[in-house]
T-cell receptor, first 114, second 115 residues
């Protein structure tokens, strides 16, 4: 069975600093995809970044990058130059082969302070 | 393009009552999902539609939950009768296989409180 673990219930970071949000996963599949979503207080889940299991390069999207360590089964999200608007819940999710179903972790609440 | 629309945004009912949620996906998205997000947890998939056919409803409590997607566009999720443990945010999402990663786009959710 697939499982996502996010061990950090909450994180604080000062504005303009970088922060890493941890995500580990468990799967026996060789092909899978890893996603990060942001959930502000308004409720909608906003797609941030994707990493495929066969991708050799770490994914990057603007200030977001994914530190993918396949052997360790980790897919940490790095946010550079944090902004006050980055304060939100962040969820790591996995999709297995031949399915669109996402398995989510429990999330990390990030708070950015001035 | 317009995002995923959901209504109502908030609903408060008493246990054993019925409730229905509505979702309008992004235009052209063939796949529609309903997730349940209990406070302090990540979303859990309840049901997935491909056009108007069910792809996965393995985690839908079928004794009380039902969902339909008429004409492959809008969808409704119904709970009848509601239990206290159904208090959660119900998220609708849609996706298209034409997008880069087949990522899911989510609506703002409906927050259900069962008293």
């Amino acid at each position: 069975a697939q499982k996502i673990t996010q061990t950090q219930p909450g994180m604080f970071v000062q504005e303009k600093e970088a922060v890493t949000l941890d995500c580990t996963y468990d799967t026996s599949d060789q092909s899978y995809g890893l996603f990060w979503y942001k959930q502000p207080s308004s409720g909608e889940m906003i797609f941030l970044i994707y990493q495929g299991s066969y991708d050799e390069q770490n994914a990057t999207e603007g200030r977001y990058s994914l530190n993918f360590q396949k052997a360790r089964k980790s897919a940490n999200l790095v946010i550079s130059a944090s902004q006050l608007g980055d304060s939100a819940m962040y969820f790591c999710a996995m999709r297995g082969p031949n399915t669109d179903k996402l398995i989510f972790g429990t999330g990390t609440r990030l708070q950015v302070f001035p | 393009e317009a995002g995923v629309a959901q209504s109502p945004r908030y609903k408060i009912i008493e246990k054993r009552q019925s409730v229905a949620f509505w979702c309008n996906p992004i235009s052209g998205h063939a796949t529609l999902y309903w997730y349940q997000q209990i406070l302090g947890q990540g979303p859990k998939l309840l049901i997935q539609f491909q056009n108007n056919g069910v792809v996965d409803d393995s985690q839908l409590p079928k004794d009380r939950f039902s969902a339909e997607r008429l004409k492959g566009v809008d969808s409704t999720l119904k709970i009848q009768p509601a239990k206290l443990e159904d208090s959660a945010v119900y998220l609708c999402a849609s996706s298209s296989d034409r997008s880069s990663y087949n990522e899911q786009f989510f609506g703002p959710g409906t927050r259900l409180t069962v008293l």
